[in-house]
């Protein structure tokens, strides 16, 4: 009897200590869905040098269409 409350116990314990690192630990989702916005990766490319002025206003006007 005693060692099925130790057990109960702990996996209690556990359970509680999980809760508490996911409920304190940032989601991943959060993190991509910022990553992954169109004009997110826009505004890097143009800051990186990979696209120039005239294509990143072109590309943006793009985005900012009503489809």
Known sequence: ???????????????????????????????????DNPKEILKRRYAAGEIDEDEYLRRMSGLSQDW
């Open 1 to 35: 009897m005693r060692t099925v409350l130790l057990l109960v116990g702990l996996i209690v314990i556990i359970s509680c200590v999980l809760m508490l690192v996911r409920t304190w630990t940032p989601r991943r989702t959060e993190q991509v869905r910022a990553a």
